[in-house]
């Protein structure tokens, strides 16, 4: 449950360690997204495969369970999602995709989830899935997501910078460093539940409405200890 540690990672990971596996099923809260981010993180840390199940709103494993649901909850099972997919229906549904500016929103937290995948192949993937809401769609579908390319390469290249940046003032104690042991994809959530949680006293609109300038005042806090193991300021 939320009480997972690396040590139960690694356990897991040695289970079977030709193909180390784990599938997530946490409520259908903001706790219950929290704790799979946390999960997730630490679970493909020790590098176990990751698949997490998406229950409805209000929705928990006990009480589809105690109410004999177990067809639904299998299917639940048997349609469970890896982490960047869950992360980005996550992001979905936290905007209204009927607005410009909804439409925007989403394809901003893609690009920051997207950030350290790797492989092209699976990037393109991705961005293919989400070329719909982007503008140049209109034209075409290679187009909308030749121009995501541009646009996720850019957004690479300002986070390098701002990592530099970080880097080279860590030194004065108000800017947070992430240790070397720490995998680069909890980098990537690290952003993405920063603009996701903002700080307390603060609405979700206002923080996402925040310029980068703005957000760093609120840096103490932005590493959301919570949700991503060992980040020391």
Do not use: C
């Not at 603060?202 to 703005?214: F, G, H, K, T």
Request: proline letters at 6%; aromatic letters at 6%; hydrophobic letters at 35%.
């Amino acid at each position: 449950g939320t009480s997972l540690t690396e040590d139960h990672a690694r356990k897991i990971a040695r289970l079977n360690p030709e193909d180390p596996s784990a599938t997530l099923v946490y409520d259908a809260d903001n706790a219950g997204i929290k704790a799979t981010l946390r999960a997730s993180e630490m679970l493909e840390g020790a590098r176990v495969n990751v698949r997490v199940v998406r229950l409805a709103a209000g929705e928990d494993p006990d009480s589809l369970l105690k109410r004999g649901d177990v067809a639904h909850f299998q299917r639940a099972i048997d349609t469970a999602q890896g982490r960047i997919e869950y992360l980005i229906e996550y992001a979905k549904s936290q905007v209204d995709l009927q607005t410009a500016e909804g439409r925007e929103r989403f394809l901003k937290s893609v690009y920051r989830i997207l950030v350290d995948v790797e492989s092209m192949s699976e990037t393109t993937r991705f961005l293919e899935s989400a070329a719909i809401y982007h503008p140049m769609e209109k034209l075409s579908r290679p187009i909308a997501v030749t121009e995501m390319q541009k646009e996720l390469n850019a957004y690479r290249r300002r986070r390098r910078a701002e990592q530099k940046r970080k880097s080279a003032a860590a030194g004065d104690g108000s800017l947070v460093t992430v240790p070397g042991n720490v995998p680069t994809n909890h980098v990537s959530n690290i952003s993405f539940a920063n603009d996701i949680y903002p700080p307390k006293g603060i609405s979700l609109r206002d923080w996402e409405r925040m310029s980068p300038a703005q957000k760093m005042k609120y840096s103490p806090r932005t590493v959301a200890p919570e949700l991503i193991p060992k980040i020391t300021a």
